[in-house]
């Protein structure tokens, strides 16, 4: 993969000496792909189960998918790399100290289809930020659940799950295939610091999962805790981010009036433009469904909102990922 201009990335094969592009890229920066090679090392045709539907991988070739969706059907393979055995399974690059790649979640099995053991929760986000009142909230976003107990959370003042306190008392699942958004407050916090949270899922056969650690900085404010802190007019969040298919954008005015909201595509054309009258200074957040002014459901890609107070103007990104 190799980063270009407006957010792209070229996305190349080894084709036995030589690279070959996949044209159009299937890849974009900033976002999260679940990649699977399915590798045919033999000298007959091999056959592979996915999604109930039967493929085939000709001698010496691999099918590549991305998100689900078969990218590349009999690709031909590159040569392994001196000193390998015909078992390796590699991923290699040249440095960069600009840009950054991660690979993670790796399987390897001689076994199709490759069956993980995972918990039936789906999670698109975890986070912990301060709110208005300057206490420290915990949110995390779930695109499915099924069959899933509940959540605990664990906070530690370092970076070791290990060691961490639980916080919370069990957070029932809604175990749903649509999306959920969950929040918890710490409200037992009292000194300044920085602290690291851990969102624990539990199913109902005891299979349990970490995600985390999620990190918040905290400033006691003297001996009034729990009071307000000075509003600052402008966009607090957006949550989450990347989403599919909504999020909320949480922002604040200084004083009333009347605020204008407009979201552009990475094209520069204007989606969406709402205007709101506040009688009163504050917090106040818009949930966006991801779809435009006709009702029209956005396409994935970067967009741009843009808070406009008077003749002030607040902007930030966020991501659809379908």
Request: contains cysteine; charged residues 20%; negative net charge.
């Amino acid at each position: 993969w190799v980063f270009q201009e407006k957010q792209n990335l070229i996305t190349s094969y080894l084709n036995g000496e030589s690279w070959t592009t996949i044209s159009p890229s299937p890849m974009k920066q900033s976002n999260i792909y679940e990649i699977e090679l399915y590798g045919n090392n033999s000298n007959s045709i091999a056959t592979y189960s996915k999604n109930t539907t039967e493929y085939s991988v000709n001698p010496q070739t691999f099918d590549f998918w991305i998100n689900g969706q078969l990218i590349g059907d009999d690709f031909s393979k590159g040569p392994l790399l001196t000193n390998t055995s015909i078992n390796a399974f590699m991923f290699s690059g040249t440095g960069n100290d600009s840009a950054n790649c991660f690979v993670d979640n790796l399987l390897y099995s001689n076994v199709l289809p490759i069956e993980e053991d995972t918990l039936p929760v789906e999670l698109s986000n975890f986070r912990a930020e301060l709110d208005y009142q300057n206490r420290i909230k915990l949110m995390w976003v779930t695109q499915s659940e099924v069959n899933l107990l509940g959540y605990y959370i664990y906070r530690n003042n370092e970076d070791d799950v290990t060691t961490a306190e639980l916080i919370s008392p069990i957070i029932t699942a809604s175990n749903t295939t649509s999306t959920q958004l969950y929040v918890f407050t710490d409200t037992s916090v009292n000194e300044a610091g920085d602290y690291h949270y851990w969102l624990q899922c539990i199913d109902y056969k005891g299979n349990e999962k970490f995600f985390g650690p999620s990190i918040c900085h905290y400033e006691f404010p003297g001996t009034n805790s729990g009071s307000e802190i000075p509003l600052r007019e402008g966009i607090r969040s957006i949550f989450p981010n990347p989403f599919n298919p909504c999020t909320t954008i949480n922002y604040e005015m200084e004083s009333a009036g009347s605020m204008e909201l407009a979201i552009y595509n990475i094209k520069g054309q204007k989606v969406l433009g709402k205007t709101f009258e506040h009688s009163e200074k504050g917090n106040y957040k818009f949930l966006w469904d991801g779809c435009d002014e006709k009702g029209n459901v956005c396409s994935s890609g970067i967009y741009t909102v843009i808070m406009r107070c008077g003749e002030r103007n607040y902007i930030r990104k966020m991501t659809i990922l379908q």
